[in-house]
């Protein structure tokens, strides 16, 4: 069974940082793209970043570009999405999302998600 | 950026009763849209992608069509678990989403 778990959410201050983190089991996570998208309160969906299997390629929303790094050890089964110089309009759920087709493809659309975790920036 | 305008925002109907949610693009995505289903608290399930492939495991009442910039999703015959928010998304260029169909219960 494909799972995705999130996890690293809290509360922060403007400015301030933090690691989200995606543990991953129950498919060969190096042969697929992963992405994180987020969801404001009561807000629809945005996508935020995507990597490729390899790591070769990396992609990045114009809002979070400068600010958030996306990275993935294959190794340890793991994607990671580093926030830096939250905004209180970063607030949101992030999730983790498989791309559905193993190999290289972008944009892809997202088979599996995580439950997601709750970033919330607030003074 | 390729804008996805979905409609209605609300769609209030009883179960057993037949869905129509409907997806514009601003551009030609060909068939590059899927549709996802998001229970409060839950993360989205995909439903359909490349406009008309049920993903796994997805009852055969959902069914979607359309291609270039109009694409519906159809809910044949409405079942309780079936009251949700719908979104639709395309992978044409950079993904973006609609901004949701919620369907309650009338």
């Known amino acids: 069974e494909v799972q995705l778990v999130e996890s690293g959410g809290g509360l922060v201050k403007p400015g301030g940082s933090l690691r989200l983190s995606c543990a991953a089991s129950g498919f060969t996570f190096s042969t697929y793209n992963m992405n994180w998208v987020r969801q404001a309160p009561g807000m629809g969906l945005e996508w935020v970043s995507f990597i490729s299997d390899t790591s070769s390629s990396i992609k990045y929303a114009d809002s979070v570009k400068g600010r958030f790094t996306i990275s993935r050890d294959n190794a340890k089964n793991s994607l990671y999405l580093q926030v830096n110089s939250l905004r209180a309009e970063d607030t949101a759920v992030y999730f983790c999302?498989?791309?559905?087709?193993?190999?290289?493809?972008?944009?892809?659309?997202?088979?599996?998600w995580g439950q997601g975790t709750l970033v919330s920036v607030s003074s | 950026e390729i804008v996805l305008t979905q409609s209605p925002a609300t769609l209030s109907l009883s179960p057993g009763e037949r869905a129509t949610l409907s997806c514009r693009a601003s551009q030609s995505v060909s068939s590059f849209l899927a549709w996802y289903q998001q229970k409060p608290g839950q993360a989205p399930r995909l439903l359909i992608y490349d406009a008309s492939k049920r993903a796994t495991g997805v009852p055969a009442r959902f069914s979607g069509s359309g291609s270039g910039t109009d694409f519906t999703l159809t809910i044949s015959s409405l079942e309780p678990e079936d009251f949700a928010v719908y979104y639709c998304?395309?992978?044409?260029?950079?993904?973006?989403f609609g901004q949701g169909t919620k369907v309650e219960i009338k």
């Open positions: 998304q395309q992978r044409s260029i950079w993904p973006t």
């Open positions: 999302a498989r791309g559905r087709v193993s190999g290289y493809r972008w944009p892809d659309d997202f088979d599996y």
